[in-house]
């Protein structure tokens, strides 16, 4: 899969003739999993309308600077910041030459001298524009500020005129830009993560649960996402707000749990179990809440073993890799070889949760990676850093084994 899935692109479209040919790369973005925005010059927009730009991204077209309904819901602040890359295509000559000016008395200038991310420049004007000394002093500036320049390419032109300086084919756009960027560990995978504890309900007011904050699954979360996977989280309920461009859905019980994980499993390249799924659950449920009264001094609640959602997966023998997490008290990596075993796992991440500065509701974590093969510690650490680590250590033993 492309690596520029997950990536945001801003398309920036400027007054000439090959603005047409934008439309094709909206699409081609898209198809490659990439969120796309796009921007038009006031010039642009003479050649094609924001309407079929809007149409095709699936998003609003930003076109204004000086406009007050504008900064308040995406200003040019914002949408550099959104940016992972920004591409010109086509640029005309005027919009080149503000580049290098390092202008910003338009939206497009102004956003680009915001941006921080990687800006590719398809150049598309007329042949005698394109050799014009100032076009290529500009372009030279362009270059030497970190600008990589896509084409022109030589032909016919709209004009009539033969020579360098039509717009490169969109597909072709599209491959350098593709190579250009840097692959992610894990670009392009489709991984699916379950995270936080799980609540059992006893009666309407009451449930079973554990300590599970969510904060190691979110932060897997997270990290995967940045090495390009796309990725999807089931949350038990947590108080964590979602990482950018995860998908997640919620879930109470581990029931409930299970046929998300069931829906979603299929196309899946990699599971990673990152829940703690409460281990029983009450055998009944009981419809209005047990009264305590005051005869009563004694409650006995019968419990039943819970579902059992990693060996679900695992037993479907579904073509994927299955990654879980054992949190022990005692005897950590032979309970946790037993799981690996049992649950037919790819690696599990072993987590001592008896010491209260590590594991569950805390920022840090020391694990253990085991696989059939090897072990590997991690050193008491970040969750974000064990999140790293765990990642490099799937990109290259477990995805690659
Ligand atoms: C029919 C027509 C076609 C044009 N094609 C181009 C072109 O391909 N490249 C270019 O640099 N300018 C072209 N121009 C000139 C630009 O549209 C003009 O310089 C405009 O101000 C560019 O604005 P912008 O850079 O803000 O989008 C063309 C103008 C017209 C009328």
Known sequence: MSNLANKNILLCVTGGIAAYKAAELVRLFKTANAFVRVLMT?????????????????????TDLLNTEAEAAMGHIELAKWSDLIVVAPCSANSLSKL?????????????????????????????????????????????FGAKIIGPASGEQACG??????????K??????????????????????TAGPTQEMIDPVRFISNKSSGKMGFSLAEEIKNQGAIVTLISGPVNLDTPDKVKRFDVQSAKEMQSKVEELIEDCDIFISAAAVADFKPKKYEQKKIKKGSEVHQMKIELDKNFDILKTVTDKKLNLKTVGFAAETEDLINNAEKKLVEKNLDLIVANDVSDQSIGFDSDE?????????????IKKTSKKNVSKKIIEFIAQKVIND
Request: glycine residues 8%.
């Open 42 to 62: 006031q010039g642009a927009q003479e050649f094609i309308t924001p309407l079929t730009m809007q149409a095709l991204s699936g998003d609003k077209v930003h």
């Open 365 to 377: 974590n020391e694990v253990t990676l085991i696989t059939k093969l090897e072990k590997k510690k």
């Open 100 to 144: 290098a000016e390092g202008r910003g008395d338009d939206l497009f200038s102004a956003v680009c001298l915001a941006s921080e991310s990687d800006l590719f420049v398809a150049p598309a004007m007329n042949q005698a524009m394109w050799k014009d000394m100032r076009t290529q002093k500009n372009l030279k500036r362009i270059i030497k």
């Open 172 to 193: 072709e756009i599209f491959s350098e830009i593709e190579n250009e960027i840097e692959c992610g560990l894990l670009a392009g995978r489709k991984v699916l993560i």
């Open 161 to 170: 005129d033969i020579g360098e300086g039509r717009m490169t084919e969109p």
